[in-house]
């Protein structure tokens, strides 16, 4: 069974950067569209940005520009490079996969001076 583990959320001060990363067991990992969403406080879930199993990627015009998405499928992992921070990213981060339909538990980032 494919699980998530999400990790790399944490404090950070306006215009700093925070990696964060998801990995996941098994080789079906490598097989699938992988999404990253976020939650802000008293908020709807939303999309962030998304990669392929090729590598292709999109992103949310909130976050183009500053935002990164990269895979290591030999690794079994997915990775947001999140620069120049604002406190209006501030949310809780989950990553999904999306032909399995499996969310991570989140991790939870916090832009505050």
């Known amino acids: 069974q494919v699980q998530l583990v999400e990790s790399g959320g944490g404090l950070v001060q306006p215009g700093g950067s925070l990696r964060l990363s998801c990995a996941a067991s098994?080789?079906?990992?490598?097989?699938?569209?992988v999404g990253w969403y976020r939650q802000p406080p008293g908020k709807q879930r939303e999309l962030v940005a998304t990669?392929?199993?090729?590598?292709?990627?999109n992103y949310a015009d909130s976050v183009r520009g500053r935002f990164t998405v990269s895979r290591d499928n030999a690794k079994n992992a997915v990775y947001l490079q999140m620069n120049r921070l604002e406190p209006e990213d501030t949310a809780v981060y989950y990553c999904?996969?999306?032909?399995?339909?499996?969310w991570g538990q989140g991790t939870e980032v916090t832009v505050s001076s």
């Open positions: 999904y996969l999306t032909v399995l339909g499996l």
């Open positions: 098994g080789r079906i990992f490598s097989l699938n569209t």
């Open positions: 990669i392929t199993s090729r590598g292709s990627t």
